[in-house]
T-cell receptor, first 113, second 111 residues
Framework: DTGVSQNPRHKITKRGQNVTFRCDPI?????LYWYRQTLGQGPEFLTY????????KSRLLSDRFSAERPKGSFSTLEIQRTEQGDSAMYLC???????????FGPGTRLTVT | ELKVEQNPLFLSMQEGKNYTIYCNYS?????LYWYRQDPGKSLESLFV?????AVKQEGRLMASLDTKARLSTLHITAAVHDLSATYFC???????????FGKGTHLIIQP
């Protein structure tokens, strides 16, 4: 068990570009969560998957944000037409069925210039 | 809307002292979590509190939950420098909602 992994760890992009982040949950964890954390704040919930089904996406920040988990394993979070306000740490967490504790990955730090 | 408030948001203390961080939340929940975050790092789970009156201890940290008062506390005993970090509490409403976090308590323990 190597824990939740996220790639890339750091991403610098220019305003208006699209970016995609990947999250690999702990093996056999069927629940996967995405959060955003801005400087000096607690993480903010974005979206939730149970297996490949996206059961909550109303908290995605705008229609520029989308997430997928096509085979119920890894997940991707895409931000289109990035803005400077998107600069933040994007965290992924996973948990197994019937277990409530979430295990967080190391995060992807996005800087939009 | 669920709101989670922590206080204090910033705390500077000396080694050897005791202190308590408070976490209040606005709606009914039986699940309360404490996490630690070091600068530039991800979140490390400290405690999961699942019922009224739950108390858990690990080393110099002890967490408790009062669901009737919608209050959790994280008590630090005889603080040491290595405990310097930001501490978050989070509440889980269950279902498809993720965790709702407080703003965090930035703790500095000075030798």
């Amino acid at each position: 068990d190597t824990g939740v992994s996220q790639n890339p760890r750091h991403k610098i992009t220019k305003r208006g570009q699209n970016v995609t982040f990947r999250c690999d949950p702990i093996s056999e964890h069927n629940r996967l969560y995405w959060y955003r954390q801005t400087l000096g704040q607690g993480p903010e919930f974005l979206t939730y998957f149970q297996n490949e089904a996206q059961l909550e996406k109303s908290r995605l920040l705008s229609d520029r944000f989308s997430a997928e988990r096509p085979k119920g394993s890894f997940s991707t979070l895409e931000i289109q037409r990035t803005e400077q306000g998107d600069s933040a740490m994007y965290l992924c967490a996973s948990s197994p069925a019937g277990f409530i504790e979430q295990y967080f990955g190391p995060g992807t730090r996005l800087t939009v210039t | 809307e669920l709101k989670v408030e922590q206080n204090p948001l910033f705390l500077s203390m000396q080694e050897g002292k005791n202190y308590t961080i408070y976490c209040n939340y606005s709606t009914t929940s039986d699940r309360l979590y404490w996490y630690r975050q070091d600068p530039g790092k991800s979140l490390e789970s400290l405690f999961v509190l699942l019922s009224n009156g739950a108390v858990k201890q690990e080393g110099r940290l002890m967490a408790s939950l009062d669901t009737k008062a919608r209050l959790s506390t994280l008590h630090i005993t005889a603080a040491v420098h290595d405990l310097s970090a930001t501490y978050f509490c989070a509440v889980d409403r269950g279902g498809a909602d993720g965790l709702t976090f407080g703003k965090g308590t930035h703790l500095i323990i000075q030798p």
